[in-house]
């Protein structure tokens, strides 16, 4: 059994991905279910077979800790945990080949908080996957794509599993802004001197030197460019997937 968690920036699009991907594999004949952990997803655009708000409500924390939606989702993030023994029995009587996680949608409470790790380690670190998602519009910078990267090197330290690189909504990027993408993940000296033309003056210490420090973290930079609308790279996703565990072997379909 593979758990894939897609993790990445509010509005990365995990929750439209995570919907594609499923009705990808469905359609492939793929033995998959869908684990929503987001207590504050108010309509998922895909049904979750296992959903953390049967246990979690952010109204029902609203009221009974008299906080807002943001101190509602903090409190909710810390309770992710608590009911994992439950979760997990419930993951594992689908006897599914692979379990694919939908994040809270601000990456921060899943990733600095005790819980998303807990969460991780006990449903089996060994056959875990993170697809570190890319949010198009800021991988369209030099210096947004180089944060990005740094926010993905933080969640493989972070969490200490495989890892996927994945660059979503590529329907909204033309060809040259996505090629562009692409190569500047693929070449950190192109990605460099892209930086030096959006910052003439480049104060800072992102150097190339940097630059190849952040990539020896392991991050397979190879992005994967794909769509939930048109679902272009769902195959892609897959093959990516099965190459960590299984060297690229196929899965038998039923
Ligand atoms: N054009 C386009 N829009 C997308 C795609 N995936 C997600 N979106 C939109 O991006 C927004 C955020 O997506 P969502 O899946 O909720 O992101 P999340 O916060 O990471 O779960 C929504 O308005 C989606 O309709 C895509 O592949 N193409
Ligand atoms: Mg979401």
Do not use: C
Request: charged share 20%.
């Amino acid at each position: 059994m593979i758990n894939l968690y897609f993790i990445g920036s509010a509005g990365s699009g995990k929750s439209s991905l995570t919907g594609a991907f499923m009705g990808w594999m469905r359609h492939q004949g793929y033995d998959a279910i869908t684990v929503n952990l987001d207590p504050g997803i108010e309509k998922a655009p895909y049904v979750p077979d296992v959903d953390i708000r049967e246990w979690i409500k952010l109204r029902d924390i609203m009221r009974e800790y008299s906080v807002g939606p943001n101190g509602a989702q903090i409190i909710a993030a810390d309770m992710l945990a608590l009911n994992i023994n439950e979760m997990k029995e419930i993951i594992e009587s689908f006897e599914t080949e692979y379990v694919i996680f939908d994040t809270p949608g601000q990456m921060e409470l899943f990733v600095l908080r005790q819980s998303g790790k807990f969460l991780i380690d006990f449903l089996s670190a060994k056959q875990s996957i993170i697809g570190f998602l890319y949010d198009p519009i800021i991988s369209r910078t030099p210096s947004g794509l180089i944060t990005l990267m740094l926010q993905a090197a933080s969640v493989q330290v972070r969490f200490n599993v495989p890892f996927i690189s994945i660059l979503t909504k590529s329907d909204l990027l033309d060809d040259d802004e996505r090629e562009k993408i692409l190569s500047w993940g693929r070449d950190l000296m192109e990605l460099d001197s892209a930086l030096h033309n959006e910052f003439p003056a480049l104060r800072s210490q992102l150097n190339i030197e940097f630059l190849s420090a952040l990539r020896s973290f392991g991050a397979e930079q190879t992005l994967i460019p794909v769509s939930s609308t048109d679902g272009h790279g769902m195959e892609d996703i897959y093959n990516a997937a099965q190459q960590v565990y299984y060297g690229g072997e196929d899965l038998s379909k039923d």
